[in-house]
C-alpha cells in the first residue's frame, strides 16, 4: 500500500478505528466508507464505546421497524399502564427543527440519550432527511414508519400539549404514584421553561425510564447537560474517555451524506480544494436582521481559501482582494464558495442537499474559522476534528476587536444550558464542562 499502512491497518482506518460497522452494502452509500479527502482523525474512539455501538445496532435490529416488537410497543399507544414489563423495547422519536445545523445537533444529542437509556433511535422522515443521509444502522432502518400511529400528532406536540412533560409537572400530573403514560412529548429548545429542564435532573430520569416512547423536539446541542446527570456521567467517563470528542465520534457514526450529497462534496473537492497545500475555511454566519454584506464583517475576514455563506459577496470581494495584490510572500491564493444561495430555505430537497455539501466541505479544511453561536459551524468543526476561529459577533454594525476567539474543544457549544442544578441550587459545574467561548448562556465538553 502507499501511505505505509498494512491491510489490517488500513481497513481499521476504514472503519474509523472500529467506530463503522461492516457489512453495509458500498455503492449506494459512497461516502460511508469513503476517507479519501480526508486525514485520518487522531482521535481514537474507546473499546467502550464501539462495542456500546455494536451492542446498540444489535437493539435497532431486533427492536427496529417491522419487527414484532415494534408492532408490539406501537400497539401500546394509547393505553396508559402502571408499569411496563421491562424487556419490551422502548424509543425515542427524533423530530427535525430549525435548521440543517440545529438538526445535526440535536440527532447527535438524541442518539446519545438512546444509548445511555437502551432506547431504539427513530427519525421522523417525512421532511427531506433521506435526501441528505444514508441508513446508519445495519439490515434495519432509523426512519420512522410512515404508519406510526402518532404520526398525525406529532406536529402538534408543543409545549402546550397535555402529553408534554413540562407541562405534566407544572400541573402536579405525575407524582409517584401516577400511571406511566405510554407516550411523553419532550421540549428541549432553547427557550424551554424550568419543568422542561427538569428532563436533565437523575430523579426525572428514572420516571422517563419507563415510559416506552419518548417523542423529542429540540434545536440544540444538550450533550454537556447529560454529562451532569450522575448515573450517566459514570457511565459516559468510559464511553469517551477524550470529553470533547463526543461530538466528534457520534456524528462520524451517524451521518453518511446520499450519493448525491457526496457527489457534490467530491466535485467541489477535486476541482477547488485537492491541489492545495493548505486549506483555510471560513464560515461566515450574519444573525443581524437585515443580513446580508456587510463591510464590516469583511473586514473581520482577512484571508480565507474556503467561504461558505448564504451572501457570495464575501468570497467576491476576497477574490478582488487577491486578483490585485499578489500575497506578501508570492504563495498562490484562491478563493472559492461553493454556493451563495442568499436566502435560509430549510425543507426545500437542494438546498439542504448543497448546505449539507457545504458543512462537509467545511469540515475536510486544516483550518476552520467559524461565526459565533452557528450550529451550522459547529457541527463542521465537530465532524473534521477541527479547533476553530470563532468570529465574534458584530455589535452596532462594528467590526469587533479582537475579530475572533480560539475554540477550547471541538465540541459544539449546549447554547442554551440550564444552569440551576436541578432547579433547586446553582449547578455543580466539572471541570471538563466550561461556558462557550462564543456565547455565555453555554456550555461545551472541553
Ligand atoms: P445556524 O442558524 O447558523 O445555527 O445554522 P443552521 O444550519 O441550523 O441554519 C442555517 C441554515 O441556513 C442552514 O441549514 C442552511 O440552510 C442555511 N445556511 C446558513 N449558512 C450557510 C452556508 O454557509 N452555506 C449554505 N449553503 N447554507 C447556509
Known amino acids: 500500500p502507499t501511505n505505509g499502512l498494512n491491510d489490517s491497518e488500513q481497513q481499521s482506518e ?13 455503492k449506494s452509500c459512497l461516502s460511508r466508507y469513503d476517507q479519501s479527502m480526508s486525514k485520518p482523525s487522531p482521535y481514537k474512539p474507546s473499546r467502550h464505546i464501539v462495542s456500546k455501538l455494536r451492542s446498540y445496532e444489535m437493539l435497532h435490529k431486533r427492536c427496529g421497524p417491522g419487527t ?12 396508559n399502564e402502571l408499569s411496563s414489563s421491562g424487556d419490551e423495547c422502548r424509543y425515542v422519536v427524533w423530530m427535525p427543527m430549525f435548521g440543517l445545523g440545529n438538526r445535526m445537533l440535536s440527532l447527535v444529542s438524541v442518539f446519545l440519550y438512546a444509548l445511555l437509556t437502551d432506547r431504539v433511535m427513530l427519525v421522523d422522515q417525512r421532511n427531506d432527511i433521506t435526501d441528505l ?10 426512519l420512522l414508519p410512515l404508519d406510526f400511529p402518532l ?7 408543543n409545549r402546550e400539549h397535555s402529553r408534554c412533560y413540562g407541562t405534566m409537572l407544572k400541573n402536579h400530573a405525575i407524582n409517584s404514584t401516577s400511571i406511566i403514560p405510554s407516550h411523553l412529548y419532550l421540549d428541549i429548545f432553547h427557550d424551554s421553561r424550568d419543568h422542561d429542564k427538569k428532563f436533565f435532573c437523575e430523579e426525572d430520569q428514572a420516571f422517563l425510564d419507563k415510559v416506552t416512547w419518548l417523542v423529542v423536539k429540540s434545536n440544540l446541542y444538550f450533550v454537556p447537560s447529560l454529562w451532569m446527570i450522575p448515573s450517566f456521567q459514570t457511565k459516559l467517563i468510559k464511553l469517551f474517555p477524550q470529553k470533547e470528542t463526543v461530538f466528534h465520534h457520534l456524528a462520524r457514526y451517524l451521518f453518511h451524506p446520499t450519493n448525491q450529497v ?33 463591510q464590516h464583517v469583511m473586514d473581520q475576514i482577512l484571508a480565507s481559501v474556503l467561504v461558505t455563506s448564504l451572501h457570495p459577496e464575501y468570497s467576491d470581494h476576497l477574490k478582488n482582494m487577491f486578483l490585485e495584490q499578489a500575497s506578501s510572500t508570492g504563495e498562490t491564493i484562491e478563493v472559492y464558495q461553493p454556493s451563495g444561495e442568499k436566502i435560509q430555505q ?24 467559524t461565526s459565533t453561536r452557528s450550529t451550522f459551524g459547529y457541527v463542521a468543526q465537530g465532524l473534521g476534528g477541527l479547533k476553530p476561529w470563532i468570529l465574534y459577533e458584530p455589535r452596532d454594525k462594528k467590526t469587533p476587536n479582537p475579530p475572533c476567539v480560539r475554540a477550547m474543544s471541538m465540541e459544539p457549544c449546549f ?17 471538563f464542562v466550561r461556558i462557550c467561548e462564543d456565547w455565555k448562556t453555554g456550555l461545551k465538553l472541553v
Open 133 to 142: 443521509f444514508c441508513e446508519p444502522f445495519p439490515e434495519t432502518s432509523w
Open 346 to 369: 430549510t425543507d426545500k430537497k437542494l438546498h439542504d442537499q448543497k448546505a449539507l455539501a457545504e458543512i462537509y466541505l467545511l469540515s475536510l479544511t486544516d483550518e476552520l474559522v
Open 14 to 26: 476504514k472503519l474509523l478505528g472500529g467506530l463503522l460497522a461492516t457489512g453495509f452494502e458500498e
Open 68 to 79: 414484532k416488537a415494534y408492532k408490539r410497543a406501537t400497539k401500546q399507544l394509547g393505553h
Open 262 to 294: 457526496w457527489g457534490m462534496v467530491t466535485r467541489s473537492y477535486n476541482a477547488y480544494l485537492s491541489r492545495a497545500d493548505e486549506r483555510l475555511g471560513i464560515q461566515v454566519r450574519v444573525f443581524s436582521k437585515p443580513a446580508g454584506y456587510f
Open 151 to 157: 404520526n398525525d400528532q406529532l406536529d402538534s406536540f
Open 415 to 431: 447554547l442554551r444550558a440550564p444552569l440551576h442544578g436541578c432547579q433547586a441550587k446553582t449547578i455543580k459545574i466539572p471541570p
